[in-house]
């Protein structure tokens, strides 16, 4: 428990410090290491100050012994901010990483050599952690740590899942059905399980996601691609503009220094954004971590910024935990006390949270619980059939959906009470679920199930539906329960009586309209669902199988955990175009600060461009420079924790944020040029 | 001075109100669906069908649309090269003027095939009547077509849901012609004659003046090319002097006809757009963005020319008139500052002043609606210009509202935004890149020639005549001796790019969207059709000129307004 409550500690101070000294420390040197050519490269903007950077420097060891370009100390200071500027860029890149790196860690820490107990051969050799490979089996009993990613194969147990997910209620993990995956890190508290490792050591979804995190295996996402492009268009206008810059200035007889040069390319280039890109995609991730979520790749979140259709399960999601039996109601002529026994029969074998409430109401309704006979055979619960129960020799008792059980009797040419079929309705259309019972194809009564909506569910949906997410409710229930239940949660559609396939067809029909559909899934049968929608989440206590078709895996087990990814997509996008249009807002009081500088000396009435009355050229170019090179560092807090989104429609959302970062990123830097020349001016 | 500001206004007011039905009509037949102008134009156009051997209803892909007009413009070009080598002997001659010599051929063929109609002859001297009507005013229907034709394709791709064909592109250019620009070119003919444009086919007729002088007015069926040359924003004239000359532009009526001509079909192009998607409300934004950025021009070029010049002031002269400089009396300053601007906004180019003479903030004016080159524009081109600026646009919207960047349901990715990044950067590198290399020339070897004027109004007139040629307007800053090999050279190539790659680049970006899986529109959905995405896209276009263009317009226009005293 110790080392669970640590980590908790841990992430605690990772999520609300922006970062902590550690940090820091270990951004500033990868900022300088970053400083390599071959990693520049991959950034068009900044590479191109990097060259700026290296003639600056060239300028001033020249300037040294000859005055024609400026005072030396001029051109070692502009040569000292461009570098600057270069490792303030490298520095939020650095961060973002040293962050998520952080965060991964902490989750990583709970997983760190622990023994194992692995079972070869029918023996049981204690091992350490890191030497299991996929397919080992090992046993964890109560209090140990469990080694490994894995999948119940025998057993049950409860499992504290805090070192993960923070929660401290524990959880119970059982063979078969979808929730037989442990995690490693976690520590069993009760009972005794028989596990498979299910990933090879170094290639868990946490190690994929700190690869990806740290850059090793970061691919830019194709919006991220399309936006460089962009931004490498501006860099090579504004290498346009300067190299043609030099023939106007001859023709004018001004002479413009190569520092003057350098500065105006480094201003007008898009450095703010270009600088803090690959942070904000980083940030993306890592907010994602933040929430629990593993994500598989960058691209998964950004796509889900743009989900339409949004599926999820009712139960868990919607209604809370599991239906629960709230009545009994016997059909006509049938005794209360053999339907009971018979409902009680069928519930024994019947592992599902249903199945024991079942048992719950029967004795609390006074009913006397029996051992379960030897010759019992239970009959379990398929999608195809939709009923369970079980064999007694040669008393088959069923229950299950009424179509189903109707099918079971009828075929037998025995008939099904009409009393019967009325009370499903009525059970139906308030919400509840009707199990009809039946022995030996005669119905003895009916089992009503009732749901609990969650609280606060109605508004995640309202938000979701102002986001422009339709919401889309799958359950096993029939129409009528589905639809009052629908209504009464307020999602926007439901799929009643989904059979697997039906999930993924739905799913082919939306992204055949065109639409990007987001599922949440846990179980096997989810798998290929998952993999079919755009953006698959899993949920960390799922299956093997479930997880390896997701892009997402949530390891807070929650549901309505989609609606975050959504914010934390849209939000990633919305960084990335409200830094932009700031960045190049920014470029017009740039362009009076240094244009008029440039060209002052010669054309005196230029002196009238000079709106910003800056004291001389040398303190304007310099003033410009170091706004520059200073917006970085300011806006690295706004980039790694995204721009806030508001679901107050799209075009609501651009007025707002066009006021913000288009009209503040004309305005703030003629005030923080002004300011800054105010204080340059002092030497220059 | 009030009087013809009304004179303007409601000129443009005219303009509008005709543009709307137009834009209608010309939507209607691009959309290809039975029309009533069927019965009247359908028999002569099923002539041509045969004859070029064309199946009307076979669609085209965006390239193929684009392979179709890139080799009918290659046939018209040799062409006007035979014609204009031959003129002196063909028939239809009166006045026996020569054929051209090869460059002056190359040159003029190029410029009349690219819609520009840059001119370095004289109409009067150099062209034959046959030259004239079967070369030049051929290829000023022909080239107008051409880029509305490729604006159909545009439209069309922006309507279909998911499609590769993209319409007969064949279809939409001769329909250009035979349904557009003929009927409206006999109009504007026929309106012009009763003001006093010749319309013949005789040659220069003697006069003997008051003064007892023999005088030779040259005349011809000029008429006809005047409408055309103002219609589709070709701009050249049918004598030397342009919409100066007093047989081109008579009057104060005939004035306001060419100036209603000049940016009718841009205006109606624009309106076709809402009416074709079915998206009035969002042709009207656009619009309204036009209409914005083309007041913010003249506007300030208004004022400048009203106030004069103040070193004519300190001479003592008063201005009552204005900046008379290089004006024709019979049309004044504000008439004449109109006509600079709306036929540099739109890349028509006819003049009907000396744009040399004008002050130098009505320069800039000028300047920047060639450099924005989008606001109504030319006609089918000038949509194609601003299609790239939306495409960038919506792309940053997108990003600021949190999601993936769409055009009416079509993500725009890498590859759109790499051929939408290129088109944009051609046009300031072309302009900058020529300018360089004038500038570099002219300070290298002062005593060239070029510049009339060296100093700051000498790099305005180099400034001017590469954006002219980017923008494939045609009007120059006539102080420049521009008439030499480099000049025509390096202009030629200006041209040349500046018309096919803007051609060629939104097409393909259009067709490549069409082809993409249509994403149905939902709340979160970003509309276009707001004053808020309105303000985003006049913002896109204003800050990527300002942004390339305002260290040359520093050392040239403004520089030069400073200067004055």
Known sequence: MLLSQHSIDNMKTTSNALFTQKMVKEALSAAFSKLSPKQMYHNPVMFTVEIGTVVMFLVSIYSISQPDQGSFVYNAIVFFVLFLTLLFANFAEAIAEARGKAQAESLRKTREETPAKLLKNDQIQSVSSSSLTKGDLFICEAGDIIPSDGEIIEGLATIDESAITGESAPVIREAGGDKSSVTGGTKVLSDKIKVRVTTQPGESFLDKMIALVEGASRQKSPNEIALTILLAGFTLIFIIVCVSLKPFADYANTPITIAAYISLFVCLIPTTIGGLLSAIGIAGMDRALRANVITKSGKAVETAGDIDVLLLDKTGTITIGNRKATHFYPAPNQKTEDFVEAVVLSSLVDETPEGKSVIELASQIGYTIPKLPMEAKAIPFTAETRASGVDLGNISIRKGAMDSIKNWVEKAGNSFPEEVVERTKSIASNGGTPLVVAQNQQVLGIIELQDIIKTGIQERFERLRKMGVKTVMVTGDNPLTAKYIAQKAGVDDFIAEAKPEDKMNYIKAEQASGKLVAMMGDGTNDAPALAQADVGVAMNSGTAAAKEASNMVDLDNDPTKLIEIVEIGKQLLMTRGTLTTFSIANDVAKYFAIVPALFVASIPALQSLNIMRLHSPESAILSAVIFNAIIIPILIPLALRGVKYRPIGASALLQRNLIVYGLGGVIVPFIGIKLLDMLVSVWF | METDLLGIVATFILTILLAWPLGKYISAIYTGAPHWSDKIFGGIERLFYKIGGINPKLEMTWQESLK??????????????????????????????????????????????????????????????????????????????????????????????????????????????????????????????????????????????LEGNAVQVARGPAAAMVAIKQLGTNGGGFFGANSSHPLENPTYWSNAIESISIILIPIAM????????????????????????????????????????????????????????????????????????????????????????????????????????????????????????????????????????????????????????????????????????ATYVAHQKPDIGWLNNPGFHGFSEMLYEYTSSAANNGSGFEGLGDNTPFWNISTGIVLILSRYIPIIGPVAIAGILAKKKHIPSGAGTLQLDTLTFGILMFAVILILVALAFFPALTLGPLAEHFSLK
């Not at chain 2, 069309?156 to 009927?183: D, H």
């Not at chain 2, 004519?312 to 500052?337: A, C, P, W, Y």
């Not at chain 2, 009416?408 to 290399?437: C, D, N, Q, S, V």
Request: aromatic share 12%; glycine share 10%; proline share 4%.
């Open chain 2, 68 to 209: 179709a007009l890139l080799s009918i413009n290659l046939i018209w070009f040799l062409f006007a090269m035979f014609i204009l080598m031959n003129q002196g002997w063909l028939p239809w001659n009166p006045d026996h003027n020569p054929s051209m010599s090869p460059d002056l051929a190359f040159n003029t063929a190029v410029s009349f095939l690219v819609n520009c109609n840059l001119q370095h002859y004289s109409g009067e001297t150099g062209m034959s009547y046959l030259g004239q009507i079967t070369c030049l005013m051929f290829l000023q229907f022909v080239t107008a077509a051409t880029g509305m034709a490729a604006c159909a394709v545009v439209f069309k791709a922006m309507r279909e849901q998911t499609s590769q064909k993209l319409g007969n592109f064949y279809t939409y250019f001769i329909q250009s012609n035979t349904r557009i620009l003929l009927p409206l070119a006999l109009v504007v003919a026929g309106l012009l004659l009763f003001e006093g444009v010749p319309m013949n086919i005789e040659g220069k007729a003697n006069i003997h003046t």
């Open chain 2, 270 to 437: 624009v309106f076709a757009l809402g009416f074709y998607l079915n998206r009035k409300k969002l042709a009207l934004v656009i619009f309204g963005v036009m209409t914005v950025g083309f007041l913010a021009l003249i506007a300030p070029a208004l004022y400048f020319e009203w106030q004069g010049n103040p070193a004519i002031d300190h001479l003592g002269v008063t201005q009552t008139l204005g900046n008379m400089e290089g004006k024709e009396t019979r049309f004044g300053t504000t008439l004449s500052t109109y006509w600079a601007i709306i036929t540099t906004v739109t890349s028509n180019g006819s003049v009907n002043a000396m744009h040399d003479s004008l002050m130098p903030l009505t320069g800039m004016s000028a300047l920047l609606g060639m450099m924005i080159n989008a606001l109504y524009g030319g006609v089918g081109v000038g949509f194609l210009n601003f299609y790239v600026f939306i495409i960038i646009a919506v792309f940053i919207a997108g990003l600021m509202v949190g999601r993936t960047p769409e055009l009416f349901g079509k993500k725009i990715e890498a590859r759109e935004m790499k051929i939408a990044t290129l088109i944009a950067l051609l046009h300031p590198f072309l302009i900058l890149l020529g300018t360089g290399i």
